[in-house]
């Protein structure tokens, strides 16, 4: 009876079903009902019926019943080629369903896995008393490869890092590909802590061999977030989420890391989520200012130009600094709207200044690593080059040592194109971040800006008074350009001279000021020189500036 079939076909597998459909107890029709409703299942449902019945046969194929067959002119081939059919259709669903659960670029299984996979990980540990951990895995500038050797580059490079990953795993691990660059390795059987450092660190072994496409050796390094079931989380979710804070510290510690999830980095991301709908805000409610240092000749002591920098006043938490608000403001990408604003205003800045009859000749901006990879950022100076009718040769960008290296190859035609236009280019904390000075010298840049970790040590540091010389001449014998900032006395500020740098910015002489005290600066500055040269006092107006608290 119907009661009996449903009973068989939810215990075992069953690629065919002959379905009466008159049957005692529960109904054919109600039989097959009940059996619909079972999940994935792929069976396919035959009816054999007594009588011709074209109408009821349309209902039940509506239905999805695949076949109808009436039992008093059934042929043993008949029923066969019937039952044939049924186990056709039902690979063709298996094929289908495996299909979805599985990634076609890598091969790998697909985020669909995730949640089933994780969860019966879990739910065995939870019975043998061990653990499970989830290392989710990001690789470091994987847009690079796309952006510089293209899609079937970085498609040839997935692969092989799929490949990679499935050989430094046990058969018991599962490596899921989330999506993009984001893998995840779901690893049962992990008795502590150690075991799943042991897991990264194959990891990275793995990763560290180069990877050969076309004639190309490339090296490629992942950051991996790893949350620890049952003690993170029970959830799938849960578990997700966690890594992908211990992620972000991570990435935040530099290329191919590893970090354990812990619960600070939930106050840390709250916080973070807080600061970005803030600064979401801050664009349209004015909060930001750019305030301007002032860059001076060595040897002439007269202002030769600003730094442009970027402060936030919050309505609640008062100034927030650059530092704090910055790399936020790059991970969500809204440092491409702010920085917009900086452009702009630094730029209608320096046009107000010529009209001030300021003689200022030079503005410099600090691009972030965000901007310069972004395909807009030429036309937008355009635009604001345009707008504001500067002249582009007053203006200067800033880009950091490091952010210059990581991607010096695709970074290369943007500065070229800043050059082209008469915007000079100044690296920004150097010293710091290990330039190969092969490297530097094919780079189109004008000027160096040394560190002020050196500068503030150079009066009492060996080692870093041996830094900035260097940087000074290695600068000069280029042809560069070399500015100290950070100089905060006139013991630093007569060292530097004496090494010969011609450039220098620093509380030494004024702090980043907002454009109305900057001019005043200025003036007050002009005038006290005036002063200072009538008098014949040459000494008084170099060596003690107007101090600017
Ligand atoms: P930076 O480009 O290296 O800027 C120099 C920092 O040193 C500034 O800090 C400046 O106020 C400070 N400084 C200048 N002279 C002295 C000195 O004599 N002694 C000491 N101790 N510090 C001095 P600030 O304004 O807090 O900026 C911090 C960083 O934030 C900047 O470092 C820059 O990387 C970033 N930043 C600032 N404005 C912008 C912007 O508009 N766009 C982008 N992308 N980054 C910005
Ligand atoms: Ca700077
Ligand atoms: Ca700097």
């Not at 079939?5 to 097959?32: Q, R, W």
């Not at 992942?222 to 029970?234: E, F, K, N, R, V």
């Not at 030079?362 to 009718?389: H, K, M, R, Y």
């Not at 500055?525 to 170099?542: G, V």
Request: hydrophobic residues 40%; charged residues 25%; contains cysteine.
């Amino acid at each position: 009876d119907g009661e009996a079939g449903l009973d068989a076909f939810m215990n075992e597998t069953f690629d065919c079903v002959l379905l009466d459909y008159h049957l005692p107890g529960k109904s054919g029709i109600e039989t097959f009902h009940a059996m619909s409703q079972v999940p994935s299942t792929t069976a396919a449902v035959v009816f054999l019926t007594g009588e011709e019945n074209e109408d009821l046969a349309l209902t039940a194929m509506k239905a999805g019943v695949v076949d109808f067959l009436n039992k008093n002119e059934l042929q043993p081939a008949m029923l066969r080629r019937a039952i044939r059919y049924a186990q056709a259709r039902h690979n063709f669903l298996y094929e289908l369903a495996e299909r979805g659960r599985r990634d076609a670029l890598t091969n790998l299984p697909n985020r669909s896995v995730f949640d089933d996979t994780l969860s019966n990980a879990i739910a065995q540990g939870n019975r043998h008393e061990t653990m499970v951990a989830t290392l989710l895995l990001d690789l470091d500038h994987f847009k690079d490869i796309n952006d510089t050797l293209g899609h079937p580059a970085g498609d040839e490079m997935l692969q092989t890092i799929a490949v990679r990953l499935t050989q430094s795993t046990r058969e018991s691990d599962t490596v899921i590909r989330l999506g993009g660059d984001e893998f995840v390795i779901i690893a049962p059987n992990i008795g502590d802590q150690g075991d799943a450092i042991q897991l990264a660190l194959k990891i990275h072994d793995a990763m560290s061999r180069p990877v050969l496409i076309g004639d190309k050796e490339l090296h490629i390094s992942t950051s991996i977030g790893i949350a620890m079931a049952p003690h993170d989380g029970q959830e799938p979710a849960k578990i997700l989420k966690s890594a992908d804070l211990a992620l972000y510290r991570a990435k935040g510690e530099g290329r191919g890391q590893y970090c354990f999830y812990d619960t600070s980095m939930d106050t840390a991301a709250h916080a973070r989520q807080k600061m970005e709908q803030d600064l979401r805000l801050a664009i349209e409610q004015s909060e930001f200012e750019l305030h301007y240092q002032p860059k001076v000749s060595v040897s002439t002591g007269i202002m030769i130009g600003a730094e442009a920098l970027l402060r936030w006043r919050h309505p609640v938490r008062g100034f927030v600094g650059p530092d704090e608000f910055i790399p936020v403001a790059e991970r969500n990408r809204l440092i491409l709207p702010i920085g917009e604003w900086v452009l702009r205003t630094a730029f209608a800045q320096m046009v107000a200044w010529k009209n001030a009859a300021l003689p200022i000749h030079n503005c410099s901006v600090n691009l972030s690593p965000v901007q310069l990879s972004e395909p807009a950022l030429i036309s937008v100076f355009d635009d604001i080059i345009a707008e504001t009718g500067v002249d582009p040769s007053f203006m200067e960008v800033e880009i950091t040592e490091s952010a210059l290296m990581k991607r010096v190859d695709s970074i290369v035609g943007t500065l070229n194109a800043l050059r082209d236009r008469g915007i000079s280019v100044s690296i920004d904390d150097f010293g710091a971040g290990y330039s190969s000075l092969v490297y530097l010298k094919q780079l189109p840049i004008d000027k160096l800006k040394i560190d002020q970790s050196f500068v503030a040590g150079i009066v009492i540091d060996n080692d870093d008074a041996e830094i900035a010389r260097t940087v000074i001449q290695l600068g000069k014998s280029m042809g560069l350009e070399v500015i100290a900032e950070g100089v905060e006395t006139s013991a630093q500020l007569n060292l530097l001279r004496d090494y010969g740098c011609e450039q220098i910015q620093g509380y030494y002489y004024s702090r980043a000021l907002p454009a109305e005290a900057f001019y005043s600066w200025y003036v007050r500055q002009k005038t006290r020189r005036a002063i200072a040269f009538s008098l014949d006092a040459k000494d008084l107006a170099e060596t003690e500036p107007l101090q600017i608290v």
